[in-house]
């Protein structure tokens, strides 16, 4: 074994004896021998054993007892099981697995043997690893086409994270995470979807780039990690994050597709207690690559469907909105028994504002005018365009009177108003304004605007800047005179 040699433990079998398993010579006294009865004190004798062999063919406790003994008493020794070869060398009938010698053992067979079986040992754990990696990898790959898959599929965006958040939790189980929403144009990152226990409120809070974790995260358009986050102070590090979740380490993830940050997700620590380490946000990084480009389409082509029902001009809805939620709502009412108004206001004069300021301060009075309706009405009620200067109000649940009290409340607000001023100008102008309700003065959303029109320009008729109620033979003005 040379200056360096281990003590190797030669166990027994029956009848054996050292000089019949060993040999002579000076060599053998490098080796320890001893019989099962004695394994335990010899091993605690030597203190260190760096290979047990033990007879294959003793059967005094049997190989599951026998092995788990040694496994005990010796942890990290080599376990060898060896046989002795018959003479002329055949082997006993059995033919468990075990390395055959010829008796008496030398040391250079055992040496050999003992060696071998090292190297055949650091080869199978080589083999164990390269077969556990590539399972691991066989299995994120798996999870990466399944988000493919499953969020190809979706248009909401909280559907895809939730989705491809199932996925990530087979590798990597985060006690909290957040998911921000980017605004390129605001700059800001909004927290849109929660999980963990207490983080509820968190919803709709705001961030800028570069602010916290998952600022820098979006600014920087890479991964961050803070392993050690109770070393420098939650606070500090991602004051989005509530004192009371006592992080310990966190990971902010950018979500980008086509070169543009989506949003951002991030994760505190693990559902096992173990921190966050840098594997884990590369792991992350990928898993979610897919649901940022789903999350993107998700978002073109909900941008998209908004743009085909609102306003260029005013991003008020447009008549084609107008039309299929006025058909809605009556088809409502019509179930629930319950009554819907439709407000028609044309404004008074905006010929002179075109004529005197030209059109592109008349475009931006009507900007004006419709954030000046929008402030006006409740968070139920649609404002719609329907048209050059005219304007519609779609006030679902609401009947003839309330649609006049609010029909009346927008006049004054645009007859009080100074437009344009922002741009150095003042700019006063009215509205002629009908109304008709479901079911009193139609039973169709054609209905309801026709009689909703005709009441306004009964008002255009009889002065102006007044409020019409429609009736069911004639709509019958309630008139409000211009006070200057």
Not at 108 to 116: C, D, G, P, T
Not at 278 to 284: F, M, N, Q, S, V
Not at 320 to 330: F, H
């Amino acid at each position: 074994m040379g200056p360096r040699a281990k003590t190797i433990l030669v166990i027994l079998g029956k009848g054996a004896t050292p000089r019949a398993v060993l040999g002579p010579g000076p060599r053998s006294a490098a080796f320890q021998t001893v019989r099962w009865p004695r394994l335990s004190h010899e091993i605690s004798r030597l203190g260190r054993v760096d290979a047990i062999l033990y007879p294959a063919d003793e059967r005094e406790s049997g190989p599951v007892d026998r092995l788990a003994r040694l496994r005990r008493l010796a942890p990290g020794a080599l376990l060898l099981p060896y046989r002795v070869a018959g003479r002329g060398g055949r082997r006993p009938a059995r033919r468990a697995p075990a390395a055959t010698l010829a008796t008496p053992l030398s040391p250079e067979s055992i040496e050999a043997v003992v060696l071998r079986e090292r190297q055949l040992g650091a080869a199978r754990q080589r083999v164990r690893m390269i077969a556990s990696r590539g399972r691991e990898r066989e299995q994120k790959l798996r999870s990466f086409a399944a988000i493919v898959r499953a969020t190809g599929r979706e248009l909401d965006p909280h559907r895809i994270i939730d989705l491809a958040m199932g996925e990530v939790r087979r590798f990597l189980n985060p006690r909290a995470w957040l998911f921000l929403r980017a605004d390129p144009d605001l700059g800001i990152l909004t927290i849109e979807q929660v999980e963990g226990e207490g983080l509820a409120f968190l919803k709709g809070r705001r961030l800028a780039l570069g602010e916290g974790l998952a600022g820098r995260a979006a600014q920087r358009r890479q991964p961050v990690l803070v392993e050690e986050v109770g070393l420098r102070g939650a606070e500090s590090i991602a004051p989005e994050l509530p004192d009371t979740l006592n992080p310990r380490s966190v990971i902010a993830v950018p979500l980008l597709s086509r070169g543009r940050v989506i949003g951002v997700l991030e994760a505190v620590d693990t559902s096992t207690g173990r921190p966050l380490r840098a594997a884990d946000a590369r792991l992350l990084a990928l898993l979610l690559e897919p649901a940022a480009v789903a999350i993107d389409n998700a978002l073109l082509l909900r941008k998209s469907e908004e743009l085909s029902i609102t306003d260029d001009l005013t991003r008020l809805y447009n008549s084609r909105y107008l039309n299929a939620t006025l058909r809605s709502e009556v088809e409502r009412s019509k179930r629930y028994r319950t009554p819907v108004s439709l407000i028609f206001l044309d404004l008074d004069g905006f010929k002179n504002v075109n004529d005197q300021h030209g059109h592109l301060f008349g475009s931006r009075t009507l900007v004006e005018v419709a954030a000046a309706i929008r402030e006006t009405v409740r968070t139920i009620d649609v404002v719609c365009r329907f048209g050059g200067d005219e304007f519609t109000v779609i006030l679902p649940q609401t009947g003839p009177e309330g649609a006049f009290i609010i029909a009346e409340r927008i006049r004054l607000q645009i007859a009080e108003t100074v437009f344009l001023r922002s741009h150095g100008l003042e700019v006063r102008i009215s509205a002629s304004i009908g109304i008709a309700s479901f079911p009193d003065h139609g039973r169709t959303k054609d209905d309801l605007l026709a009689r909703a029109d005709q009441a306004m320009y009964v008002v255009k008729g009889q002065g102006k800047n007044g409020v019409a109620l429609a009736e069911t033979e004639s709509p019958r003005p309630i008139f409000v005179p211009i006070t200057r």
